[in-house]
Every structure is written in structure tokens, then in C-alpha cells.
């Protein structure tokens, strides 16, 4: 299971990557295996406020509704526009092609209260 | 929870198990799309022996199987199946069951999963009522195998004896003959959950591993894949067929539920007759449709359907339809607003989503 080490995790298998001031977010490997093929995403408009952890999304696969939440409290800069279209892009490239929005942070210590790769590995080992 | 005599096989191939009323089941191998084109295309296999099976027989078994069920057996030759609802008293259903007709005063009733307790009491009460019956539990003894799809016919001829495999390529739809299978016997009738062309096959539970691989095997290079719960549901929601639990249970009856070719009210005294004699009477309230999503948006089990902001029905079933490439479902619509190409609105998430009421089935 491929847990990139310069992300981010969360307990419900968001990941968040930080380039400056600038985050980008999506949902790990292990969820998107979980879920199974995704067809459908639901993504919020740029520039709408975000708390942490506050459900911003919904993807939905063949069997599964999933809702998913933001890792940091932020303001969305940007979604993903080709998921309309191709959200299996989310199977095929979770950490890639499939991230979810782009978000401007609004606090950077909270980066503090999520796991890194190898707590995340660890968590989902427990899982 | 319970496994059936495949579990190890699902095991191996890397499907993903679920729990499924009592039993752990394979909802998917290689991913539901995947599966659901192989089925559609070429073929699919599937375990599906957590189905129940219930022996009937003596000389009161027809009549018993008249009682219970809405369709009528009294025509059935041996060697027929027949597909029907099994009702309470007041019309509700039961259970949508097969019923095999395996020779003279001798029936096999094939219920879903998760009803076998329940329709056992509801048969063995039922039973009560005449002198020679006998109700035996066959669950624990059968596996059962399907195998589905357009090339089903070729694959399984391949791994029949010579002989053996012109009784299959014979049968007609809703027919089944008792033959081998490599060898072990089996019945093998021409039914199935999908739509397509395909093979029921009930085998004694621990001769069932090897058929299910060799079956594997000889349908690999022609595109078969192991098939799980997951396309099990799409495929049948395409052809827009019945899941108990979700488009009928014991608050529907099978007049609403678009099942009035199930129910033969003409035939003597059964189960619901008096309460279903009523509502053709008086004309359903509600009937289910089919309908596809004219926005983006996939309908699931529950949510709300609205005309013009009023709620006029509910949505039984819903999901990505892999065939068509959209979004598409079954749902209870007050009858009024049941017209071919009525536009509807799905409540998703609190947003009404346009929607058009189709001809079922889908594909």
C-alpha cells in the first residue's frame, strides 16, 4: 500500500501535500481500494471556507457513498475539474491526476494534529 | 457467520469479502465495472450458495406450492422452473423464489439468502394445512454456481462429457435438466440473475470447488472472470429485476412491484388472493418504475422522489449503470406520475436532480 512520505494523513484517508502556502488534497490509496471503482464526485466551489475537518466532498463508487473531509481548515483555490468527467482518474492516480482541490491554508499548525507516512501505515495496520 | 464451500477459492483469486446477511461473500475480484462488461460481453461466474434450497415433495406438494406462491405450478412439467413472489396473507411478500419442479410430487423451492429461516416457518406452517407433504432444508447440502453471460453456453459445453453437453445446449429458457458436470452430478438449469444467457448449477457443496475451476479455467481465454455481489446487483438492476429487501419486501406487493405476470389470480385459493383480488380491483397506489438521472448524480436505496417540490415517491434501488454509461434506478412513484417520460426529481443531499421515468428494462 503506497503511503507517500511528504504527505499528510488523516484518520479517514485524506492526504494533504504543502508547496508554500498552497495545499493540495485527496483521498489515499487504501481508500480508494476500499471504495472500489468511483464514478461520481462531488467537489465544493472555489473560494469557499473550510474548517478542519469539515466535510467537503462526496465520491461515490459503484456500491459506496463516501464523504470527505478537509485535514486543515483552508479556503479552495482550485478542484479538480477532470473528475467530473473521469473520476476513475481517483482509482487509477490517488496521489496524482486524482487529488481532489487545492486549498490555501489558513493555519499550518494544524498540519501538527495529522499523522505522517509511517503513523499512517502504522494506523492502518490497526485498522 | 457462515462460508460457503467456495470461500478458499474467492480467498485465492484476491476478492474482497463482505458480510452479507449471515454469510461472508466475494463483492468484488478485479472491480464491479470489470466484472459487470466480462458478463455482458463474454462471462461471468459466480458463487451464489448462500441461496437457499427447499425440498417439497409427497402428494400434497403442489398443492402446497399452489398455497404458497402467486404464480401457478399446475402447468409445470418436470424439468420447468418458474420465477414467483410468495405472499402473506395480506398480500406483502415473503420472498421471490424458483421453483423447480424436479419430477411428479417433488419440488425445489430456490429462496433468497437472507429469508431462508423465515420462509422455512412460513413454509412449514403453511404445511401444516395437508396430509402428505414433506418440507426438507436442502441448504446445507447445495452449492451453487452461476455462470453467465454470452459465452456461457460454449464454456460450459467444454468441460461436459459428450453427450452430456446436448442436454444443455437444448435447454430452453426456464428449464433445467439433471446431468454431470465433469463427471458430478448436478442440476443445471437455463436461469440466472443477469439477463444474459446462462447457467444455474447445483452441486453437492463438496464436490463444488473443483467445477468452480475448471470452469475458471476453461472460460479464461474467451474473457470469463470471477463475478462478485457487486456486479451481481448492476447487472440485475440493468434488466431491472427484483432484489428482495429492496424493491419488495412484506410492506409491497406484487401488483406495485410491476409483478401482476407473477400472479395468477385465476388459479384456486392462495396465499394474498383475497388482498390482491382487492387492490387489481381497486388499481395500485403506487407502482415501480425505472428512471435514469438526466443530471449528474447517482440515485440510491431511500432517497426521495419529488414533482414539483412534492414528494411522490421513494427510490428502492439506484446505482451507475456500466452498460449505459449513466445513472439509473427503481423506484415506488404514487401512480399518478408513473407515465413513460414524466420528468421527476431524485432528493440527493438535499438538492433535487432532474430525472425521466423509462420503459424497464434498462438495457
Known amino acids: 500500500m503506497s503511503t507517500p512520505n511528504d504527505l499528510y494523513y488523516t484518520e479517514n484517508h485524506e492526504w494533504i501535500s504543502l508547496d508554500g502556502e498552497e495545499g493540495v488534497v485527496g483521498?489515499?490509496?487504501?481508500?480508494?481500494?476500499?471504495?472500489?471503482?468511483?464514478?461520481?464526485?462531488?467537489?465544493?466551489?472555489?473560494?469557499e471556507g473550510l474548517d478542519q475537518f469539515e466535510e467537503f466532498g462526496v465520491i461515490e463508487s459503484v456500491k459506496a457513498v463516501s464523504d470527505v473531509f478537509t485535514p486543515v481548515s483552508c479556503v479552495v483555490t482550485e478542484i479538480n475539474e477532470s473528475l467530473m468527467d473521469q473520476p476513475e482518474l481517483?482509482?487509477?492516480?490517488?496521489?496524482?491526476?486524482g487529488w481532489l482541490i487545492k486549498v490555501e491554508l489558513k493555519d499550518k499548525s494544524e498540519l501538527d494534529e495529522l499523522m505522517d507516512s509511517n503513523e499512517y501505515k502504522t494506523f492502518l495496520e490497526g485498522e | 457467520m457462515k462460508k460457503t464451500s467456495l470461500y478458499d477459492e474467492h480467498l485465492n483469486l484476491g476478492a474482497k469479502i463482505i458480510n452479507f446477511g449471515s454469510w461472508q461473500m466475494p463483492v468484488q475480484?478485479?472491480?464491479?465495472?470489470?466484472?459487470?462488461?466480462?458478463?455482458?460481453?463474454?462471462?461471468?461466474?459466480?458463487?451464489?450458495?448462500?441461496?437457499?434450497?427447499?425440498?417439497?415433495?409427497?402428494?400434497?406438494?403442489?398443492?402446497?406450492?399452489?398455497?404458497?406462491?402467486?404464480?401457478?405450478?399446475?402447468?409445470?412439467?418436470a424439468g420447468k422452473v418458474i420465477y414467483s413472489p410468495m405472499c402473506y396473507e395480506d398480500g406483502g411478500i415473503v420472498d421471490d423464489l424458483l421453483v423447480y419442479k424436479l419430477e411428479n410430487d417433488q419440488y425445489m423451492m430456490v429462496v433468497n439468502a437472507s429469508n431462508t429461516t423465515k420462509d422455512l416457518r412460513w413454509i412449514n406452517k403453511n404445511a401444516e394445512l395437508f396430509e402428505n407433504v414433506d418440507v426438507v432444508d436442502k441448504s446445507e447440502y447445495y452449492a451453487l454456481i452461476a455462470l453467465q453471460?454470452?459465452?456461457?453456453?460454449?464454456?460450459?459445453?467444454?468441460?461436459?462429457?459428450?453427450?452430456?453437453?446436448?442436454?444443455?445446449?437444448?435447454?430452453?429458457?426456464?428449464?433445467?435438466?439433471?446431468?454431470?458436470?465433469?463427471?458430478?452430478?448436478?442440476i443445471v438449469s437455463r436461469t440466472g440473475y443477469t439477463g444474459e444467457l446462462g447457467f444455474e448449477i447445483y452441486l453437492e457443496k463438496g464436490k463444488a470447488a473443483p467445477v468452480w475451476s475448471m470452469l475458471l479455467e476453461?472460460?479464461?481465454?474467451?474473457?470469463?472472470?470471477?463475478?462478485?455481489?457487486?456486479?451481481?446487483?448492476?447487472?440485475?438492476?440493468e434488466k431491472a429485476m427484483c432484489l428482495y429487501g429492496n424493491d419488495i419486501d412484506e410492506t409491497t406487493n406484487p401488483l406495485e412491484a410491476d409483478l401482476a405476470w407473477t400472479v395468477e389470480l385465476s388459479k384456486e385459493d392462495f396465499n394474498?388472493?383475497?388482498?390482491?383480488?382487492?387492490?387489481?380491483?381497486?388499481?395500485?397506489?403506487?407502482?415501480?418504475?425505472?428512471?435514469?438521472?438526466?443530471?449528474?448524480?447517482?440515485?440510491?436505496?431511500g432517497y426521495e422522489v419529488k414533482v414539483e417540490g412534492k414528494v411522490v415517491g421513494e427510490v428502492t434501488s439506484g446505482s451507475y449503470s456500466p452498460s449505459l454509461d449513466r445513472n439509473i434506478g427503481l423506484a415506488y412513484i404514487d401512480k399518478e406520475y408513473t407515465s413513460i417520460g414524466r420528468k421527476i426529481d431524485i432528493s440527493i443531499r438535499k438538492r433535487d436532480v432532474n430525472a425521466k421515468i423509462v420503459e424497464k428494462p434498462f438495457i
Open chain 1, 90 to 97: 481517483i482509482n487509477e492516480d490517488p496521489y496524482g491526476d
Open chain 2, 272 to 301: 394474498g388472493k383475497k388482498e390482491l383480488e382487492k387492490v387489481k380491483e381497486a388499481g395500485i397506489d403506487r407502482k415501480l418504475v425505472g428512471f435514469v438521472m438526466s443530471e449528474r448524480g447517482i440515485p440510491r436505496h
Open chain 2, 29 to 77: 475480484y478485479s472491480g464491479i465495472i470489470e466484472e459487470h462488461k466480462a458478463v455482458r460481453n463474454a462471462a461471468g461466474l459466480f458463487d451464489a450458495s448462500h441461496m437457499g434450497e427447499v425440498l417439497i415433495s409427497g402428494k400434497d406438494a403442489l398443492n402446497l406450492v399452489q398455497r404458497l406462491i402467486t404464480n401457478d405450478a399446475s402447468q409445470m412439467k
Open chain 2, 149 to 186: 453471460g454470452p459465452l456461457s453456453l460454449q464454456i460450459i459445453s467444454s468441460i461436459m462429457d459428450e453427450g452430456m453437453d446436448k442436454g444443455i445446449s437444448d435447454l430452453k429458457y426456464y428449464s433445467f435438466v439433471k446431468t454431470e458436470v465433469n463427471g458430478i452430478d448436478a
Open chain 1, 27 to 47: 483521498i489515499t490509496e487504501h481508500a480508494q481500494e476500499e471504495l472500489g471503482d468511483i464514478v461520481y464526485v462531488e467537489l465544493p466551489t472555489v473560494d
Open chain 2, 218 to 237: 476453461a472460460g479464461n481465454k474467451k474473457g470469463l472472470k470471477p463475478a462478485g455481489l457487486g456486479a451481481r446487483d448492476t447487472l440485475r438492476l
